[in-house]
């Protein structure tokens, strides 16, 4: 007799086959099959449904005879509800389509028109209070056309926000910008910057002091006080002036934890205007500190020059860090190092001399291990070791790949850990252990045949030696144990299935591997 079964799919058993909204679904089980004859005729309708119940796409019923294998492939396309698809094989129609964000969000606000800058906070009261919803206009005039853009920052509570535009007048916390042209607002960051218990609010004034910009910090606490503050009249609790030379400083925050040995957070603020437009980050280390009054950030905050020096040079394109050193590389040719000092703020340090060589391609990738540096050469097939003597870098050597053989950009990836080093060219792997010299050879490691290395990874401490290569085209990752030799036992890991891109990211520690796999089930793994 006729009846309806309903089989939930999970998403193992779905495979997405393109960009078009084809999927083919294994369907079909030894209990599920016996139930039916072979080639009974089903009528089968394919839905995909979001945790919430709702249909997100379907494919209309299609009629199929049933095998009794267990595996009933069903290649259709999931034709969103009502747009008229019929569910056959390569039907056309339009792809599955997410439904509107208003469907799937728990609260949908809308926002005035002029607001640029949104976070969520727990400012006022204590953890059972409502949250409050923060919301930056850096364009409001406040009704003062001789004063454009100061900005305002409007604070709600979040527990009586409804899907209508706020009322802004009926703000828990209004705050204005200090002058025109200020553009209070345009970024807002909620964190606990003192660890109180309550977020500090944190307020970019990317266009104060004439363009330089401002930051200011206000601290949460059980009561607020006055729901207006006038920032030209009464100070924030802190006011952080930027540095001479930057620009737009407070058009992005961040917060940072972790840093050394700080117990509080410390404060990432960007200035993407200064120098011509190329840019800069200011980091405020807090050394667990609560800062009140005017601050500037020319003393206190780490800039070091932490952005490039010309145009197109794209510092950075390669970063090495240990307890006392920063190193970037860059496609200019030189390699910048940095040192936290006993201030705790990073400092320009000592610059590694360019071979006299001038190898193009230095500086593509760079490792750090306490006092020694790596620099790689990869057109020039070289790897340059630095050491610090306390007060300068100094070229210790130069590691090769061995002689007779061809080998192509050596050094395209590499990393060091204690007196070890890994380094991958293309289609090969080396190793280089150092005694009392670093050798002028590396030794290679064995491979599979056409392996294309990626990242890499080593770890060597305490006798132990253990490196790792991801091979994220072919899906694996190759690692390596025993000792820096020609015979170093090699295990390979597969990844789940093909296009995860496994291996594309590999850290070590220890006893533990990391590898990343982007791609894996549809989502970062």
């Not at 020059?305 to 307890?323: F, K, M, P, W």
């Amino acid at each position: 007799p006729p009846q309806t079964r309903t089989l939930d799919i999970s998403p193992q058993e779905a495979e997405y086959k393109d960009g078009n909204g084809r999927f083919q679904i294994v369907f079909g089980s030894s209990a599920e099959t016996a139930l039916y004859s072979a080639g009974t005729s089903l009528d089968v309708e394919v839905q995909a449904i979001d945790d919430k119940g709702q249909v997100l796409a379907t494919s209309g019923l299609m009629q199929r005879n049933l095998s009794l294998d267990g595996c009933n492939f069903f290649d259709l396309e999931l034709h969103p509800p009502g747009s008229g698809g019929d569910g056959g094989v390569g039907e056309g129609g339009p792809p599955p389509q997410i439904p509107p964000i208003t469907q799937l969000a728990d609260k949908a606000l809308t926002l005035p028109a002029q607001a640029e800058a949104l976070a969520v906070c727990q400012l006022i009261g204590d953890q059972n209070s409502p949250k409050e919803v923060i919301i930056g206009i850096p364009s409001a005039d406040l009704g003062q056309t001789s004063q454009p853009s100061r900005g305002a920052v409007f604070v709600l509570d979040g527990g009586q926000l409804a899907g209508s535009a706020p009322d802004l007048d009926s703000s828990i916390l209004r705050i204005d910008g200090a002058q025109g042209g200020d553009r209070l607002g345009a970024a807002v960051l909620c964190k606990d910057l003192d660890n109180d218990g309550h977020d500090d609010l944190v307020i970019g004034a990317p266009g104060a002091d004439g363009e330089r910009g401002r930051a200011y910090v206000l601290y949460g606490r059980a009561n607020i006080g006055s729901n207006h503050h006038d920032l030209a009249e009464d100070p924030a609790d802190v006011t952080l002036i930027a540095p001479f030379e930057a620009r737009g400083l407070g058009k992005s925050f961040a917060a940072l934890r972790g840093w050394t040995n700080h117990s509080g957070r410390s404060l990432a603020i960007g200035a993407p205007n200064t120098r011509d437009n190329m840019g800069s980050m200011y980091l405020l280390l807090d050394g667990g500190q609560r800062l009140s009054g005017v601050v500037s950030l020319e003393g206190l905050v780490q800039r070091g020059n932490l952005s490039g020096s010309q145009t197109d040079e794209r510092h950075g394109i390669s970063v090495a860090a240990s307890d006392e050193f920063i190193a970037f590389g860059s496609t200019a040719g030189t390699v910048q190092v940095y040192q936290l000092n006993n201030t705790e703020t990073w400092s320009p340090a000592a610059q590694p001399p360019k071979p006299t060589s001038n190898p193009a391609t230095f500086g593509a990738t760079v490792a750090l291990y306490g006092n020694t540096l790596l620099v790689a050469a990869p057109a020039e097939n070289q790897v340059f070791v630095y050491a610090y003597d306390g007060a300068a870098w100094s070229l210790e050597g130069t590691i090769s790949p061995p002689q007779g053989v061809t080998y192509t950009n050596f050094g395209k990836h590499l990393a060091m850990h204690a007196d070890s080093a890994i380094i991958a060219s293309d289609g090969a792997v080396f190793c280089v252990s150092s005694g009392a010299t670093w050798p002028n050879e590396a030794t290679e490691l064995s491979a599979p045949s056409s392996f294309t290395p990626g990242a890499v990874a080593i770890y060597s401490e305490g006798g132990s030696w253990r490196a790792v290569v991801g091979d994220p085209g072919k899906n694996k990752v190759h690692a390596y144990h025993g000792s820096c030799s020609s015979s170093a036992n090699l295990q390979t890991l597969q990844g789940t299935s093909a296009g995860d891109r496994f291996g594309i990211a590999v850290a070590l520690r220890g006893e533990h591997l990391y590898i990343g796999a982007p791609k894996a089930a549809g989502r970062a793994a």
